[in-house]
């Protein structure tokens, strides 16, 4: 697929001024007050927009620049609150700033998708609060079943914002922001650019959600808690719209499982605290435990398509999860694990919103075309990702903290399979 029309460049060099970081919101009141006055004008702006590309078929350059550089600036003062930039940034919405938005020409777009545009932009709209902060829901369930973190839910704060919150800390005692965190914010701010873009009709191409898209000239560092994705994005109708019918056994496992997992995490812990190393028995129990809670998750949020096993299985789940073996760990580290993990379940339970969103498009997505969208997935699988490290910290599979930027994790079988 050719590259999308809004892309969100990154020039951040990580290095934050603790003061400015620790006023960071007294200082962007101005910001704010100008981003409202100038949305009130962009507000009518693309009425206007709308109503001259529903007759002539295109943008007209003046207000698609007016609307591009209100896109443009909204981007910096987002990224500067968010923390995912540095620079104080200026008024106008020129280009330039560390996180920036680049936009194409007026194109040529169909009236038909023009004249229902805010309809079709409902589910990117909904992906956009659940990434950002999260405010427009109110709805939510518990899936507790499993690792016990991941809730299922897009009231309160959002990705962005939960990450800005605990970068916020970060930023205080180190003078640098996490690389994880900043390039998921600018995964979150990539996505509400292409929102903003395509509701004003300055594009009609839909927002991608791949998280992993356009891929980081700076490679992931590597981790020994890997998710594969190799399903067909292809999905039977049948079996999509009995999905949460067709999950009540394995929940129902599920629960029975995660008792077994509570008593031996304890024996686990005790036992790596005084060794240094994790039991092995204990190491293989909880590694499928939590490998099947993956597998679990992915079908029950459209992620995989196939009826999973109950045995949590390496290899026979499309949507799979790569654990390490047992490893020396540090007695202090393994003593404060669960507090050590606070972070990450905060994130993780912000990435389970996204998910919960993403599966419930999706899931009307797939009765009418049989096909999951490629985008969602991805987005699912990247959840799913940063839940399963999150668990495999915490359970003392790994001594690896979770990585938190939207690395690349789907395999290339996946790929092929989408094209």
């Given at each position: 697929m050719d590259e999308h029309p809004v892309r969100v460049t990154v020039t951040d060099d990580l290095q934050r001024n603790r003061w400015t970081v620790f006023f960071r919101l007294i200082l962007a009141i101005p910001h704010f007050i100008w981003l409202a006055l100038w949305g009130i004008g962009a507000f009518f702006a693309a009425f206007v927009n709308w109503l001259v590309t529903l007759v002539d078929g295109r943008s007209p350059q003046p207000l698609f620049d007016f609307l591009a550089a209100y896109i443009r600036y909204a981007t910096h003062v987002y990224a500067y609150v968010l923390l995912a930039a540095d620079p104080y940034p200026g008024f106008?919405?020129?280009?330039?700033?560390?996180?920036?938005?680049?936009?194409?020409?007026?194109?040529?777009?169909?009236?038909?998708?023009?004249?229902?545009?805010?309809?079709?932009?409902?589910?990117?709209?909904?992906?956009?609060?659940?990434?950002?902060?999260?405010?427009?829901?109110?709805?939510?369930?518990?899936?507790?079943?499993?690792?016990?973190?991941?809730?299922?839910?897009?009231?309160?704060?959002?990705?962005?914002?939960?990450?800005?919150?605990?970068?916020?800390?970060?930023?205080?005692?180190?003078?640098r922001m996490p690389r994880g965190f900043r390039d998921l914010v600018a995964f979150c701010l990539r996505y509400a650019a292409q929102t903003y873009a395509y509701v004003f009709v300055l594009t009609e191409r839909y927002p991608d959600a791949d998280p992993a898209l356009p891929e980081s000239a700076e490679p992931a560092p590597p981790s020994p808690v890997r998710l594969t994705l190799e399903d067909d994005p292809r999905r039977s109708r049948l079996t999509v719209f009995f999905r949460l019918l067709l999950a009540v056994p394995h929940l129902v496992w599920l629960a029975l499982w995660t008792i077994a997992s509570f008593f031996a995490l304890i024996g686990m812990w005790v036992v790596t605290v005084v060794s240094g190393r994790p039991p092995a028995g204990l190491h293989r129990f909880l590694s499928s435990y939590?490998?099947?809670?993956?597998?679990?998750?992915?079908?029950?949020?459209?992620?995989?398509?196939?009826?999973?096993?109950?045995?949590?299985?390496?290899?026979?789940?499309?949507?799979?999860?790569?654990?390490?073996?047992?490893?020396?760990?540090?007695?202090?580290?393994a003593f404060?694990?669960?507090?050590?993990?606070?972070?990450?379940?905060?994130?993780?339970?912000?990435?389970?919103?996204?998910?919960?969103v993403s599966a419930v498009l999706a899931w009307f997505f797939s009765l009418v075309t049989a096909r999951e969208p490629v985008g969602l997935q991805r987005l699912g699988a990247f959840a799913l990702r940063y839940h399963a490290q999150t668990d495999a910290f915490a359970f003392l599979l790994t001594a690896r903290y979770p990585y938190s930027g939207p690395a690349t994790h789907v395999a290339d079988e996946q790929l092929a399979l989408a094209e």
């Open positions: 106008t919405g020129e280009p330039g700033y560390p996180v920036d938005v680049v936009l194409g020409r007026p194109e040529r777009q169909n009236r038909w998708k023009t004249g229902f545009r805010i309809v079709l932009a409902i589910p990117a709209i909904a992906v956009t609060g659940a990434l950002v902060d999260g405010a427009p829901y109110s709805w939510s369930a518990q899936a507790n079943g499993g690792g016990g973190n991941m809730s299922f839910r897009t009231a309160g704060t959002g990705v962005a914002v939960t990450v800005a919150f605990l970068a916020w800390f970060a930023i205080l005692a180190r003078g939590l490998r099947y809670v993956i597998h679990v998750y992915a079908f029950v949020a459209l992620v995989g398509g196939p009826f999973p096993g109950f045995n949590g299985r390496q290899g026979s789940y499309p949507v799979d999860l790569e654990l390490p073996g047992p490893e020396p760990q540090g007695r202090w580290g404060f694990r669960l507090v050590l993990a606070i972070p990450a379940f905060a994130v993780s339970s912000a990435l389970g919103g996204a998910l919960a």
